[in-house]
């Protein structure tokens, strides 16, 4: 059984920063890549960032130059720096790791509100 544990939301406004952090335990062995979500209710949810344990990154063209996603030197945990925040930026959060058999698992999810 696989749990992922997300912390660092809440109430900022517009231009500042929050940080992220989701540590993955339980039965894990490896880790293709751990990510970064978000949702708002209404919307689909999107892509936000994700890193591979083999080091490359990925984010979405609406969070570029702004928000950093990294990987702690503790194992199974992924941080999700976010600078500049817009109003925009606000939704749930979720954190997502994905194992090389395939099978994915999804944080609690964080509020980020940023607000005007």
């Known amino acids: 059984q696989v749990q992922l544990m997300e912390s660092g939301g809440g109430l900022v406004q517009a231009g500042g920063s929050l940080r992220l952090s989701c540590a993955a335990s339980?039965?894990?062995?490896?880790?293709?890549?751990m990510g970064w979500y978000r949702q708002n209710p209404g919307k689909q949810r999107e892509l936000v960032a994700v890193?591979?344990?083999?080091?490359?990154?990925r984010y979405a063209d609406s969070v570029k130059g702004r928000f950093t996603i990294s990987r702690a030197n503790v194992e199974n945990t992924v941080y999700l720096q976010m600078n500049s925040l817009k109003a925009e930026d606000t939704a749930v959060y979720y954190c997502n790791v994905q194992l090389p058999t395939g099978w994915a698992y999804w944080g609690q999810g964080s509020q980020v509100t940023v607000s005007s």
């Open positions: 890193i591979t344990f083999g080091g490359s990154t």
């Open positions: 339980g039965s894990i062995f490896s880790i293709s890549a």
